[in-house]
């Protein structure tokens, strides 16, 4: 199972980045896809999740400025950044969580992308 993500880039303060992420492989199911950005010297953190059933879930530092969606069919997350700001710089990472393959459909699995840079300038 591979992660290729996608979107990362310099942006200006108050602008917008879309971020993509797509799982390949051979997968079963995904349970959850989602993001998380990590600042050095500090843990990672949550930026936003979707369940295969599209319970979202996001991290306070983002909520009301984030939207994720998913294309199951594509095994693609989606993460759409609005209102940015200087803060939000850092690497987000995609995650793929509860990963079932076609060959061991028993085992859940998680797997993260290399991850993206986002750079926001003041």
């Known amino acids: 199972v591979q992660l290729q993500a996608s979107g990362g880039g310099l942006v200006q303060a108050g602008g917008s980045l879309r971020l993509s992420c797509a799982a390949s492989?051979?997968?079963?199911?995904?349970?959850?896809m989602g993001w998380y950005r990590q600042v050095p010297g500090k843990q990672r953190e949550l930026v936003a999740t979707?369940?295969?059933?599209?319970?979202?879930d996001y991290g306070d530092s983002v909520k009301g400025r984030c939207t994720i969606s998913r294309d199951n069919a594509k095994n693609t997350v989606y993460l759409e950044m609005n209102s940015l700001k200087p803060e939000d710089t850092t690497v987000y990472y995609c995650?793929?969580?509860?990963?079932?393959?076609?060959?061991?459909?028993?085992?859940?699995?998680?797997?993260w992308g290399q991850g993206t840079l986002v750079t926001v300038s003041s």
């Open positions: 995650a793929a969580l509860q990963i079932r393959t076609l060959d061991l459909p028993r085992d859940a699995t998680d797997y």
């Open positions: 492989g051979r997968i079963f199911s995904i349970g959850v």
């Open positions: 979707i369940t295969s059933g599209g319970y979202t």
